[in-house]
């Protein structure tokens, strides 16, 4: 088999049939199945795939265990040669999955790739970006970062002036959609749970850079994401309220503890 597709639902029913059904018809000259992992959403998700794709995999884990652990019960129930990624508010564009599966084939260096994510406008969303520092978070949730040499430090970190239309080795790329070579995955391992919500991508993407494997952004393959930087927005009213905000800050120390006295930079 070709490639494994794993999306990961909680309480997002609408959005995984949409996925589900625009996979389908934007993906025809691959062997591939489907795997919905929900984390105990209780939103009828079982009901609604039975009905409109039968043939597509449900694992229920029974709680909500969260983006990593939640892919990871996903991914360990998977048989294809590439492992994709896919979260339910991404839509497919232009054969998009089969471009990337060639890409992984023509680049065995290649042991993760996500590919070009634009806005419902059209517009270019940032998806690919540098690791990130200590220093490069104060900057993006404090006043700090309206200042000039904060503001060139991010801009360097997003990548805004990188030519989003040409792939590249890129440190990391969003976890909205990312394909993994199966054969590197053995060896680098699985996501890390004890990530809860967020870095768990970037955590990966550096560990296979470790691991000697190259991480790229793919341009030509497109799709759009409905991405809402919900943590982020005010984050010092809601630092003790936004639930969000908090696993991101928890995720960030835990990244950062881990990588302790490691280079910043893995990437070769």
């Not at 232009?94 to 992984?104: D, P």
């Not at 998806?127 to 520092?133: E, G, Y």
């Not at 104060?138 to 006043?143: A, E, K, Q």
């Given at each position: 088999m070709d490639l494994s597709i794993i999306i990961l639902n909680y309480k997002t029913t609408g959005l995984v049939k949409q996925c589900v059904r625009n996979v389908k018809v934007a993906t025809?000259?691959?062997?591939?199945?489907?795997i919905v992992v929900d984390n105990g959403s209780g939103d009828g998700i079982e009901k609604m795939l039975k009905a409109n794709f039968p043939e597509v995999k449900f694992i229920q884990t029974g709680k909500n265990?969260?983006?990593?652990?939640?892919?990871?019960?996903?991914i360990k129930q998977s048989t294809g040669k590439y492992v994709m990624l896919l979260t339910p508010d991404v839509?497919?564009?232009?054969?998009?999955?089969?471009?990337?599966v060639n890409f992984m084939d023509q680049n065995l260096e290649v042991g993760l790739a996500g590919p070009k994510l634009i806005n419902p406008d059209g517009s270019y969303q940032i998806s690919c970006r540098t690791f990130q520092t200590p220093k490069l978070v104060l900057y993006r949730r404090t006043p700090l970062g309206k200042l000039p040499f904060a503001k060139k430090d991010l801009d360097k970190h997003l990548m805004?002036?990188?030519?989003?239309?040409?792939?590249?080795?890129?440190d990391w790329v969003m976890g909205a959609c990312m394909i993994v070579r199966r054969e590197a995955m053995n060896q680098v391992g699985l996501l890390d749970e004890r990530f809860f919500f967020y870095v768990?991508?970037?955590?990966?993407c550096r560990r296979f850079w470790?691991?000697?494997?190259?991480?790229f952004y793919i341009a030509d393959a497109e799709m759009?994401?409905?991405?809402?930087?919900?943590s982020a927005n005010d984050p010092w009213r809601f630092l003790m309220f936004n639930k969000l905000t908090r696993w991101h800050i928890a995720s960030g120390i835990k990244y950062f503890a881990k990588y302790l006295g490691v280079k910043d930079?893995?990437?070769?």
């Amino acid at each position: 088999m070709d490639l494994s597709i794993i999306i990961l639902n909680y309480k997002t029913t609408g959005l995984v049939k949409q996925c589900v059904r625009n996979v389908k018809v934007a993906t025809a000259s691959l062997d591939y199945e489907i795997i919905v992992v929900d984390n105990g959403s209780g939103d009828g998700i079982e009901k609604m795939l039975k009905a409109n794709f039968p043939e597509v995999k449900f694992i229920q884990t029974g709680k909500n265990l969260g983006f990593a652990a939640g892919n990871n019960v996903g991914i360990k129930q998977s048989t294809g040669k590439y492992v994709m990624l896919l979260t339910p508010d991404v839509t497919v564009l232009n054969h998009s999955i089969e471009k990337m599966v060639n890409f992984m084939d023509q680049n065995l260096e290649v042991g993760l790739a996500g590919p070009k994510l634009i806005n419902p406008d059209g517009s270019y969303q940032i998806s690919c970006r540098t690791f990130q520092t200590p220093k490069l978070v104060l900057y993006r949730r404090t006043p700090l970062g309206k200042l000039p040499f904060a503001k060139k430090d991010l801009d360097k970190h997003l990548m805004k002036n990188f030519d989003h239309d040409s792939s590249k080795e890129v440190d990391w790329v969003m976890g909205a959609c990312m394909i993994v070579r199966r054969e590197a995955m053995n060896q680098v391992g699985l996501l890390d749970e004890r990530f809860f919500f967020y870095v768990e991508d970037m955590d990966w993407c550096r560990r296979f850079w470790m691991a000697n494997y190259k991480v790229f952004y793919i341009a030509d393959a497109e799709m759009v994401h409905l991405y809402e930087r919900a943590s982020a927005n005010d984050p010092w009213r809601f630092l003790m309220f936004n639930k969000l905000t908090r696993w991101h800050i928890a995720s960030g120390i835990k990244y950062f503890a881990k990588y302790l006295g490691v280079k910043d930079h893995a990437r070769k």
